[in-house]
């Protein structure tokens, strides 16, 4: 059974940057056939796509956050992480870390989800 | 990219049924067979129901149905359950290796 389960900071000041780690147990993120993915759910609102890396390292982000965002694997600990820098209190939100098959086109395996709250 | 576009609410009673719709464009939602919609429980993390438009994962009972014409996905729930009151969001490929979600809609069993 595969999990995935997020870390790091609950609260990042304003201007700095949140970086959140998804360790993936239960199977092999170097395996292929995947897109590991990080989505974002604003309080109240709906999801929103961050981005998504391939285990080749090729990376695909949302237009409107591309130029704030990074998404890196580390194959060798069965993770992948995500930077976004100059953030507002906007991007207070749950962030998610989730698998993708490749052509499936839907995520089949989330983690529990982390808040982070961008706040001085 | 705008989000895809889901009523902010519906509901219906034990036993009938509701269905939830997704609009979008040709450009997602028209434009490909990669329409996928999430259960989401309060405080929990979504739940993948309906992906590729009409299939559904291992687990899933076969109450929950999806479909898709021109730039308009749907979900459909039949047989009504108390514990099918969550959130929904839909979800959709939107070319170039882009995806987006609708805003969510708050399914309510009377």
């Known amino acids: 059974q595969v999990q995935l389960q997020e870390s790091g900071p609950g609260l990042v000041k304003p201007s700095q940057t949140l970086s959140l780690i998804c360790t993936v147990s239960?199977?092999?993120?170097?395996?292929?056939?995947?897109?590991w993915s990080w989505i974002r759910q604003h309080p109240g609102k709906g999801l929103e796509w961050i981005g998504y890396?391939?285990?080749?390292?090729?990376?695909y982000y949302n237009p409107s956050l591309k130029s704030r965002v990074t998404i890196s694997i580390d194959t060798s600990k069965n993770q992948f992480s995500l930077m976004l820098n100059s953030v507002t209190a906007a991007d207070t939100a749950v962030y998610y870390c989730a698998r993708e098959p490749v052509f499936v086109g839907a995520s089949d395996y989330w983690g529990p989800g982390t808040l982070v709250t961008v706040s001085s | 990219q705008s989000a895809l576009t889901q009523p902010r609410s519906v509901s219906g009673s034990p036993g009938q049924s509701v269905t939830i719709s997704c609009t979008g464009t040709?450009?997602?939602?028209?434009?490909?067979?990669?329409v996928s919609w999430y259960q989401q429980h309060p405080d929990k993390a979504p739940k993948l129901v309906i992906y590729d438009v009409t299939k559904r994962p291992s687990g899933v009972p076969d109450r929950f149905s999806g479909s898709k014409s021109g730039n308009t996905a749907s979900l459909t729930i039949s047989g009504l359950q108390a514990e099918d009151e969550a959130d929904y969001h839909c979800c959709s490929y939107a070319g170039s290796y882009t995806v987006l979600f609708g805003g969510g809609t708050k399914l309510t069993v009377l």
């Open positions: 239960g199977g092999s993120i170097n395996s292929g056939g995947y897109y």
């Open positions: 890396i391939f285990y080749s390292g090729n990376t």
């Open positions: 040709t450009s997602d939602v028209g434009g490909y067979n990669y």
